[in-house]
């Protein structure tokens, strides 16, 4: 098992309700982080509406989580014209 | 320099930190929170930033601004938190020696900050209710925007 954190922004945090957590979870990629969580939370995101950032760095959802990794899964951003 | 602030962005201040003895054009932009947006009637916007790659994008897209377009400096202000109808969400200012290519800069630093840096905003509606804009029916955004 590995510790990582998560952070949750805009309607991802209102939905899972809190902005942050720490999870021990099984070693894994990014991917397979988002689509656990989302069927337990019921996020209404689907992965391809979203981009993920680990260590404050955009990555591809392949990447492998390791040990202390700060995932941030981030929805579509304000737009606007 | 790109930053972020929670209270209100001031203009004339900022527009100084542009000055630069070579320029001789400085254009800015500033973004307002308007009332209204696909005729819902709007009473409030919150801005909610995820704060170190928000920094880290907006500080990337002023770097770029000034290696594509023939600039002197660039600067962009984002407002984050509860704002009201009026205030300024976002300042941009690009000082150049010659006005064309700040027109193109500025342009091109608030079209890119809309698509690549990590804020968002909740917009609050005269009905009562309120929605995370571009979260709930996207896809198009997101595949353009990198």
Redesign the interface.
Known sequence: MINITI?Y???L??ERGCAEETLACASGTAAGLYDDLQREHGFS?DR????V?ID?E?CDWSMELREGHRV?F???????T | MFTLTETPIDAAAAVKTLQDPAAGAAVTFE?WVRNHNESRNVTRLD??A?P??AI?EGTRILEESCERFDILNAICIHRTGSLAIGDMAVWVGVASVHRGPAFEACEFIIDTI?????????ETYADGNSD?????A??A??AD??
């Open positions: 952070r922004y805009a309607q945090r209102d995101l391809q509406n979203l981009k950032a404050d955009f941030v981030i929805p579509p951003v304000a737009g606007g | 973004g801005y909610e995820y170190e790659m880290q809309k698509t690549r840096v990590p804020i968002w905003k909740k995370w804009i571009a979260c709930h996207c896809g955004a997101v925007s990198r």
